[in-house]
């Protein structure tokens, strides 16, 4: 789950990170004031969406003005009329897409007397199972840039979660930095905050892009992207109260009500699956017979009928879906569960696209019987590679 950058500020700010003063805005007439009390001379107007490259983005509405999704006002007044143009325009970024996303929140920020800008975050490591650190002076930019171009740049460390963080890494970062003196004590407080945090909230990534240094001698987070573990919000429920659902997939939010795994992609082909490693593979198939998934969707091991038909919803409820595949191999997830759901689904719903169903192991006769006697235009398949071709010619209409 990912939250906004002013709710990242905030719950970094109970660690005691330091994070400049600002006010979310959810309403144009609330900017003046919002100003007034951060008191300026300088202000920053921030566009919230749960998308980075914001200060490079381009509003598609000719009145929200060229200056990007963050903007430098340098008067109470400017402010507001940023306010204006930016809240309810949508804003395009190179992670939003084409479609872009649009702002409902605005964070007016206070300025900031910017020395130097550098890149600092801890994430998640699978390799050693620990929270690593990655750390660069190349601020402000793409790390992703950064590790193309000029790795040499880039230094990463895992802390050991028995001992957690240790005076070492502190200097590891300062190092990296090129900090000393006083600015070295406060990067190695800051590693510190950081670690705490990140362990307490059960964060999956915390990135600081940039962390400045101030011409006043500080170090400052100057923007936050957080995101959290989404199986550990159940202990969390002052960050699940931070969800705003405005800047999720509709569809993805329905399945998370039913505890289903899935994402949206862009394809055209709508697949229903039991198993991540066998979701992935049928995604890859339809890749090869020259289509892409619409969806990931693995509707797990102990699914129930409801289950099964919920997810069948949601997969119909895209519109760009041509064409349905449904991959079981029945194990603790029985054959005959899955043709039930999808039976009980197209019958509440309708089904006006090819659907293809392959079903193999645990229940499988009952299965095919339960989807043979439904009445219901469906392909059999055989195998995967089998159920690929078929619905990629159905929906190519080759027969």
């Known amino acids: 789950m990912n939250i906004h950058e002013y709710q990242a500020k905030a719950l970094?700010?109970?660690?005691?990170?330091?994070?400049?003063?600002?006010?979310?805005?959810?309403?144009?007439?609330?900017?003046?004031?919002?100003?007034?009390?951060?008191?300026?001379?300088?202000?920053?107007?921030?566009?919230?969406?749960?998308?980075?490259?914001?200060?490079?983005?381009?509003?598609?509405?000719?009145?929200?003005?060229d200056k990007g999704g963050v903007r430098l006002a340098r008067s109470v007044a400017e402010v507001s009329e940023y306010a204006s143009q930016m809240l309810g325009a949508t804003l395009v970024t190179v992670q939003t897409g084409p479609a872009g996303k649009r702002v409902n929140r605005l964070y007016i920020e206070e300025g900031s007397d910017i020395d130097k800008e550098f890149y600092l975050s801890a994430l998640v490591d699978r390799e050693t199972s620990r929270v690593a650190f990655v750390v660069s002076t190349e601020g402000g930019v793409n790390i992703e840039d950064v590790a193309h171009k000029t790795p040499e740049k880039i230094v990463t460390f895992s802390v050991d979660p028995a001992t957690g963080v240790m005076a070492h890494h502190g200097r590891t970062v300062a190092k990296a930095l090129g900090l000393t003196g006083d600015l070295a004590k406060q990067a190695d407080r800051l590693v510190t905050q950081i670690y705490t945090a990140f362990i307490a909230k059960d964060m999956a990534l915390l990135e600081i892009n940039p962390l400045v240094v101030t011409r006043q001698g500080e170090l400052r987070v100057l923007d936050a992207k957080v995101s959290f573990d989404s199986n550990a919000?159940?202990?969390?429920?002052?960050?699940?109260?931070?969800?705003?659902?405005?800047?999720?997939?509709?569809?993805?939010?329905?399945?998370?009500?039913?505890?289903?795994?899935?994402?949206?992609?862009?394809?055209?082909?709508?697949?229903?699956?039991?198993?991540?490693?066998?979701?992935?593979?049928?995604?890859?198939?339809?890749?090869?017979?020259?289509?892409?998934?619409?969806?990931?969707?693995?509707?797990?091991?102990?699914?129930?009928?409801?289950k099964v038909a919920a997810a069948f919803k949601i997969i119909t409820a895209d519109p760009n879906v041509k064409g349905i595949l449904v991959n079981i191999f029945g194990g603790?997830?029985?054959?005959?569960?899955?043709?039930?759901?999808?039976?009980?689904?197209?019958?509440?719903?309708?089904?006006?696209?090819?659907?293809?169903?392959r079903l193999e192991g645990t229940n499988v006769d009952a299965g095919k019987k339960i989807i043979r006697e439904s009445g219901l235009n469906v392909l059999p398949a055989d195998d995967l590679d089998d159920a690929a071709q078929k619905i990629v010619k159905a929906v190519k209409g080759v027969g």
């Open 12 to 65: 970094l700010r109970e660690f005691g990170v330091p994070v400049s003063r600002g006010v979310p805005v959810l309403k144009a007439s609330e900017a003046e004031a919002a100003a007034t009390t951060l008191g300026g001379p300088v202000w920053v107007v921030k566009s919230q969406i749960h998308a980075g490259g914001r200060g490079k983005g381009k509003f598609k509405e000719a009145s929200a003005g």
């Open 332 to 357: 603790i997830m029985k054959c005959d569960v899955i043709a039930d759901g999808v039976v009980a689904a197209v019958k509440q719903v309708g089904l006006n696209v090819p659907l293809v169903v």
């Open 233 to 306: 919000l159940f202990r969390h429920s002052d960050v699940l109260a931070l969800r705003d659902e405005t800047e999720e997939d509709p569809k993805e939010i329905e399945a998370s009500r039913f505890d289903l795994s899935y994402v949206a992609l862009d394809g055209q082909i709508g697949c229903m699956v039991n198993g991540a490693g066998l979701a992935m593979a049928t995604m890859d198939i339809i890749k090869l017979y020259g289509m892409a998934p619409a969806n990931f969707l693995d509707v797990g091991g102990g699914a129930t009928k409801d």
